[in-house]
């Protein structure tokens, strides 16, 4: 039987401490298998992602995400995640995308972010207030001290509303220079296709994370700043082939460790409290695996089955 897990199902088993540990323990893991992430674009205004294998070392199973992305839509992101058994490719469950995504992403976001950020540093700004920001500030709520949240969005009703639905009081700036200049530790989660900022908006100490450049054509961070901060990605081969890399025309040597590296000290992140840091992942199958697995074990005997070979 396949189980059916709706958003409601999945947010009903998870939480924020068991979805950190498990996507830490899967950073630690050293990757055996390439991570394919194929995208193409739909004609119209979408484009369509499918992510496989997700796998991580100790779990029987393995998943097969396809995504649609349509900015316009609410939410912009819609597929399914398939968790197949590892032993006979069983289908043991299909999960709504749109929350695995986001939880999978923002917090693995966090505790990148958590790692490089200088320590100490609460005020968190966020540049596009969407759903993926919301849990980057959750994961770091739970990793570190959060004071205040500076937010800017093109549209500043939803900065408003973004601000309104946090525990963190905060306020709502009108341009990305301005989070930049009030907040140490800047969360991009964005459409964007041109820099929003360049090397003319550093200072010391300021950590970056760059959500939204995972798509051809996607910018966030100029090549200049870039250039000048320490960049940590997910994946090498990703972050130039689609990522905040390759879209400015920069290559894998821009890119000095990925999270793996640095979470098992292979590779150091941040060396100074004054230097600049960059987190700029694409985002890698296994992490949905990571929120997936979980989720359909709290599950079991509590969600709606299906035989699909009935």
């Not at 999945?10 to 979805?19: E, K, N, Q, R």
């Not at 995972?214 to 870039?226: H, I, N, Q, R, Y």
Request: aromatic share 4%; charged share 20%; with cysteine.
């Amino acid at each position: 039987m396949t189980l059916l897990l709706t958003r409601s199902d999945i947010l009903a088993a998870l939480d924020v401490p068991t979805s950190l540990a498990g996507l830490r323990a899967g950073f630690l893991q050293s990757a055996d298998i390439e991570p394919l992430r194929i995208r193409t674009d739909l004609p119209g205004p979408g484009t369509a992602t499918a992510l496989l294998p997700g796998l991580i070392p100790g779990i029987p199973a393995y998943t097969v995400k396809v995504n649609a992305k349509f900015p316009a839509a609410s939410p912009a992101l819609r597929g399914i995640v398939c968790l197949h058994d590892l032993t006979d490719g069983t289908l043991l469950g299909v999960l709504d995308s749109t929350t695995i995504t986001a939880w999978r992403t923002g917090l693995a976001t966090a505790l990148a972010t958590d790692v490089l950020a200088p320590p100490g540093s609460d005020v968190v700004g966020v540049i596009g207030a969407g759903a993926q920001a919301a849990m980057v500030v959750a994961g770091l709520t739970a990793l570190r001290k959060v004071s205040r949240l500076v937010v800017h969005d093109v549209d500043r009703e939803r900065a408003t509303q973004f601000l309104a639905q946090q525990e963190n009081p905060g306020v709502a700036v009108g341009t990305p220079r301005e989070v930049v200049q009030r907040a140490r530790i800047v969360v991009l989660a964005t459409w964007s296709r041109e820099a929003l900022l360049t090397s003319r908006d550093l200072r010391p100490g300021l950590h970056f994370t760059t959500l939204g450049a995972d798509e051809p054509g996607k910018v966030e961070l100029s090549a200049d700043l870039l250039s000048a901060a320490r960049v940590v990605v997910d994946d090498r081969a990703l972050a130039v082939q689609m990522g905040a890399l390759g879209n400015v025309g920069l290559g894998a040597d821009a890119a000095d460790a990925t999270l793996t590296e640095v979470l098992t000290g292979v590779a150091s992140g941040r060396r100074t409290d004054d230097q600049i840091t960059v987190y700029a992942p694409v985002g890698l199958p296994w992490q949905d695996l990571a929120v997936a697995w979980p989720v359909y074990q709290a599950m079991q005997g509590r969600g709606r089955a299906i035989d699909f070979l009935s």
